[in-house]
């Protein structure tokens, strides 16, 4: 599903960047440019993020 439609990422990406190391929002727009337009997508983007680094993580 995409959560930033002006550049076109997707949850996955979200969450491939997370598992890749990527700890804070800065960190995953700096490599995938998540937010940086418009920014509506900020707050799915780091919500995603905290679920991705959570020990209690759902199975993917
Ligand atoms: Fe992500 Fe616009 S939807 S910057």
Do not use: H, K, W
């Amino acid at each position: 599903m995409y959560i930033c439609l002006c550049n076109a990422i997707t949850e996955r990406d979200v969450r491939e960047c997370a598992r890749r190391g990527c700890c804070t929002f800065d960190e995953l727009s700096s490599e995938l440019g998540v937010g940086t337009c418009c920014g509506r997508c900020r707050p799915v983007a780091s919500e995603i993020l905290r679920e991705s680094q959570s020990p209690l993580r759902p199975a993917a």
